[in-house]
């Protein structure tokens, strides 16, 4: 349920809750016990509207409405004069009831309606006042739903507790997406690499041509690709690297290469000279040290040192 079906006020409330106790809807799960709702938190929106009239804030500070208010005088009984010997006899305001007389009073009133609808209005406020519960100088405004409730109440769900102890972040429900960690560079691992190689988009690089070395036992792939002028640095760097994990190079057990030309005129000019654009090579190493080596270039054959490499 957003706070806009609650009304402006519920926005903008505070939850200190002096003086005040939260009420929920009888068509709402019941809280916790002892529980007291946390700065930001909002009702779940699968929970329904309450009830029309009903007030989520009940201030248990506010006076009980005056029984002189809550019963106005009649004006019949303004008129009644009191015994002699009685208190009030011989008072100015009550011998001038007296002298207004039931007609009157009733002339007197005829000729003052204004006064006499200005009296009533007040009167009328006064109880409205009284018998409605009002905000204290720090507490929060008492809310009233004027949103239409259904009549079945909500069954609890299982994450009734964790609803009402959790507030519910409306600004942005998907920010697990953006807290992902970016991989770091340069990666120094398989794993590292292959998170890098995840930020790149494999589609575009375009193969062009291949070509296969070493033994049959052991074939060394090469895959010759061309890439937009427009990509360059860690950009092409990601997508070469997209392309060689999702070609399933990086599983080769032997040797593999990625070489990148900027068309496919570049590549034909250029095919015994090396790359133009970049390149993805995976060599083995000899000794008793690390099986493999990584490297990944952006840029022709001429440009030292490598973007990065690392032993595996």
Wanted: charged share 15%; hydrophobic share 35%.
């Amino acid at each position: 349920m957003a706070g806009s079906r609650l009304g402006p006020q519920w926005q903008t409330m505070r939850w200190d809750g002096m003086g005040y106790r939260f009420n929920p809807p009888p068509n709402w799960p019941a809280p916790p016990p002892g529980w007291v709702p946390a700065p930001g938190w909002q009702p779940s929106p699968e929970w329904p509207s309450p009830p029309p009239g009903w007030q989520l804030w009940i201030d248990d500070t506010a006076p009980a409405p005056s029984p002189a208010l809550e019963r106005p005088q009649h004006p019949a009984e303004m008129d009644r004069r009191p015994a002699a010997g009685q208190p009030g006899h011989g008072r100015p305001d009550h011998q001038r009831a007296s002298r207004l007389g039931r007609g009157g009073l009733s002339n007197a009133l005829a000729r003052h309606k204004i006064w006499t609808g200005v009296g009533a209005f007040i009167l009328l406020s006064v109880i409205v006042y009284a018998a409605t519960p009002h905000p204290n100088a720090s507490g929060p405004a008492s809310t009233v739903a004027t949103a239409t409730a259904s009549p079945k109440i909500a069954k609890p769900s299982p994450s009734v507790a964790s609803t009402y102890l959790a507030p519910v972040s409306v600004r942005n429900r998907d920010s697990s997406k953006h807290d992902a960690r970016k991989p770091s560079f340069p990666p120094r691992t398989l794993a590292a690499f292959r998170a890098f190689a995840a930020t790149g988009d494999a589609s575009q690089v375009h193969q062009i041509d291949t070509s296969t070395e070493g033994l049959p036992s052991c074939p060394n792939p090469n895959i010759f690709v061309t890439v937009s002028r427009a990509l360059t640095g860690r950009t092409l760097e990601a997508d070469l690297s997209a392309f060689f994990v999702q070609s399933g190079l990086i599983d080769n057990r032997c040797q593999a290469f990625v070489f990148a030309f900027h068309s496919k005129a570049d590549y034909q000019a250029n095919e015994n000279n090396g790359y133009t654009a970049g390149r993805v090579a995976l060599t083995t190493n000899g000794g008793s040290g690390p099986q493999y080596n990584l490297e990944v270039d952006a840029g022709n054959v001429y440009d030292f040192p490598p973007e990065f490499n690392f032993n595996f």
